[in-house]
């Protein structure tokens, strides 16, 4: 069977569609398993066990803006996964660390679906991988997109359900 030969964009889309794919997959697998978001559990599993960490050490370690692991520690503080604390001899400073109910939850996890992203990428060539991070700084620039904040992957808010939805999940209850 032949192969046809796709345009430019077709292969830019259809990559970007398996990229969307492997991580809305790792994000249904995290939610059915430990009832987390992607987003809340790569956050969750770049805190550490023996040490507190800054919000700033944190989003280093997520490779976001700290603006965007703030909005999910958050999440995660409601949750009684974290714990944030001054910090001992500066109160200015918060600290962010694991409850015991966080540590439970990461023992029964699976790994975040970014951490194949993340590998993957850090196995190419640095000449490949500077050009792959510069081709898309240039599409987001030429989408328009540039000056808006890049959240955390899968860190949507679940949509609530509509009042017709709820009336009909009522009924079959």
Known sequence: MG???MSTPQRVLDSVRRIVRLLREGSRVSEERVGLSAAQLFVLQRLDAARPLSLTELAARTLTHQSS???VVRRLVQQGLVQRRPAEGDARRLELSLTKRGQALLARAPSA??????????ELPPRTRSSLASSLEALVQALGIDDRAAPMLFDEERPRPSSRSQKRANKRA
């Open 3 to 5: 192969h046809k030969v």
């Open 69 to 71: 692991v703030s909005v």
């Open 113 to 122: 679906s970014q951490d194949r992203v993340i590998a993957a990428i850090e």
